[in-house]
Every structure is written in structure tokens, then in C-alpha cells.
């Protein structure tokens, strides 16, 4: 098995290069690293390169780069991909950054090129855009998300976070609640990437550059239920969402298995677990109350802080309580607003 530590680069095919890589360059804030007639390359201002463009008939994310440790042995990996059944090849000089780097596809068809070591982009003091930390997590849609959960946990080190019912994976490989999100749909596509800001005031700030720019949110701000982290939503040019968000959970040791207690969370300790299908999406923002759905995610108040004598409104808590905990064996297919999330 693999031990994957971080995403590195997510690469994304573009029918109007230049658009795209405008985007990237001037909404992002990313710095351009490298450019070529049908390529681009691109990195925070931190120097971590997160994004490469081709141009392509067609919008799509072919490929993702995954970072082991450093001084890992490329021939080792190849070795240990051969014995699984996983057939792979060197490749040199994928980005400015990564000299080698091992390539196969996943069961979903993706490529996945992972690397050991890299070097950082160059210095670039320029202050432009919403400048994020770092690409945290990537989503995809596929048709058979325990096959592709498996894979990435058996052979690449992932660790499940969370479930929602039985269609949508929460993976991680460091101490972020996820780096790769897996939902069930009949096609295999993109979902969503996300930038990690610094904050909820980074969040502010893009939400107002993001309106001085003429490019509307498409959802929050908010803060998820399953992550905890207050995101922000919407389309690039195209039509890829793009989220940005900060203060996702995060497990600091995975022996203690319990991401780090924060106020707003409904278990105590949060411990990975499936959601039930009444969980909510959101904690706060939109799509957190419904006047005709009970509040299935509201905290578990320990007993003695409840009211001593509320027998309707305790039962019917109870009752929510039981549903969120019990994995969900539904199998229809799960409407709109939760394929969100
Ligand atoms: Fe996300």
C-alpha cells in the first residue's frame, strides 16, 4: 500500500485556454509558473502548484497528483502498484516542479501521478485575487463509490472521515476531514475542486471580490455539517464549481480517532460515522433549517442538561437522534440538494 500525504496538482482540460487560465490567474490569484501553447502551469503564492490547464475539446480533470514521502524510491512504487495488479509507468518532468513521478488509473479512470519530491515555484510577490493556501480536496462523481473507496483506502492509505448514507465518501490522507470527496451518480465527472483559505475573513473577502468581479456565489456562505468547514461557492468559466472554504475538521492524531472537539459539532468527540439521510447539509447558511424536516443533526444535549419534563418535544429529538446514527440502507436515488453535499 501507498501512503498518500497530500494532493499536489489537479489537472483540468479547457476548451478556451486563455479564458481559463485568465481566471485562474486574476480571480484565484494563483501565479502562472510556466506557460506553453496548450498548457499552463499554475501555483499558489506559496509556491505549491495546484493547478495545470490544457486546452481540450472538451472540460474535464484527467488527471491528479498525489504526494508520498519524501525520499520514497519511484521504483519501490512501481513494485508495490505490480504486485496489486496495477500496472504503471515513470514519467519525468510532469510540471516544472515534480522531476518523476509514477503514473496509473484508477478504477474511475482517472490519473493519478504521484510523486515524491518537488520543488516550490518561484517567488511571486505580486497581491492579486483571492490567493489561496493550498487545493484541499477534490471532488468526482462515479457510479460504484465503494469500489473506488476501496481502492483508495486498500492501495493509496486513504482513511474514510465520513459517509453520508451509502453514496457519498469523505477520504482522508492527512489531518484535513478530506482531500478526495466520492459521490454516487450515473457518470464519472468533476463535482467540485476547493481552495483552502486562511479564514473567515479570506471567505469575506473573496465573497466581495468574487461580486466586484461579476461572478456570483452559487452557494453559501455556509458551514457544512459533515466537515465543519464555512465554504463558499461558484462556477468558473467553465462551468467547473469552485469552492473556497476554511475551518474544516481536522484529526491531529488518528489514534485518538476523534477530529479536534470544536463548539459546533454535533457529537462529542465527532468521530468518523454515517450520516443518516435527514442530516442537513449545512449548519448554518443555506439549506441548514426546513420548516417541514426536523433538525436531524441538532447536537445531543447530555442528559442533564436537558429539561426534566418535555415528553413530546425529548421523544421526538430521540427519534432524530436514532436516524442520523443508523447508516442509511436507502437506495433511491438521492435528490438535488444532497447531491451537493
Ligand atoms: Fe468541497
Request: proline share 7%; with cysteine.
Amino acid at each position: 500500500m501507498l501512503q498518500i500525504k497530500r494532493a499536489g496538482h489537479s489537472t483540468l482540460t479547457t476548451p478556451d485556454l486563455e479564458r481559463t487560465l485568465d481566471y485562474f490567474t486574476r480571480i484565484i490569484g494563483l501565479s502562472l509558473v510556466a506557460r506553453e501553447k496548450n498548457r499552463a502551469i499554475l501555483a499558489t503564492k506559496a509556491g505549491l502548484e495546484a493547478i495545470v490547464l490544457e486546452r481540450s475539446a472538451t472540460v474535464g480533470a484527467p488527471r491528479l497528483s498525489f504526494q508520498v514521502a519524501p525520499g520514497s524510491d519511484p521504483g519501490e512504487i512501481v513494485a508495490k502498484l505490480g504486485k496489486a495488479g496495477i500496472k504503471s509507468e515513470r514519467r519525468t518532468d510532469i510540471t516544472p516542479g515534480i522531476k518523476e513521478a509514477v503514473a496509473f488509473t484508477d478504477p474511475k479512470g482517472t490519473t493519478l501521478e504521484v510523486f515524491s519530491d518537488f520543488d516550490f515555484a518561484p517567488r511571486d510577490e505580486s497581491f492579486n485575487g483571492v490567493m489561496p493556501l493550498k487545493l484541499g480536496h477534490i471532488a468526482y462523481t462515479c457510479p460504484d463509490v465503494q469500489g473506488i473507496v476501496k481502492f483508495y483506502c486498500d492501495m493509496l492509505g486513504f482513511r474514510v472521515s465520513d459517509w453520508r448514507g451509502d453514496f457519498f465518501a469523505f477520504l482522508r490522507c492527512s489531518r484535513d476531514h478530506h482531500t478526495v470527496n466520492f459521490l454516487r451518480a450515473p457518470n464519472t465527472a468533476i463535482h467540485h475542486i476547493a481552495f483552502e483559505v486562511r479564514d473567515w475573513t479570506d471567505i469575506k473577502r473573496a465573497c466581495d471580490f468574487l461580486a466586484q468581479s461579476n461572478i456570483r456565489l452559487t452557494w453559501g456562505p455556509l458551514r457544512h455539517i459533515i466537515g465543519h468547514n464555512i465554504a463558499i461557492y461558484h462556477e468558473n468559466p467553465d462551468g467547473v464549481v469552485v469552492e473556497f472554504y476554511c475551518e474544516m475538521d481536522q484529526m491531529y492524531d488518528e489514534e485518538l480517532g476523534y477530529f479536534e472537539p470544536r463548539p459546533w459539532h454535533q457529537d462529542r468527540p465527532q468521530r468518523p460515522k454515517v450520516w443518516g439521510d435527514g442530516t442537513l447539509s449545512n449548519w448554518w447558511g443555506p439549506m441548514s433549517h426546513s420548516p417541514n424536516r426536523t433538525n436531524a443533526a441538532a447536537p445531543a444535549k447530555p442528559a442533564e442538561e436537558r429539561a426534566p419534563r418535555a415528553p413530546a418535544s425529548a421523544a421526538a429529538t430521540t427519534r432524530a437522534q436514532k436516524k442520523v446514527a443508523r447508516p442509511s440502507k436507502s437506495r433511491r436515488k438521492p435528490k438535488s440538494r444532497r447531491k451537493r453535499r
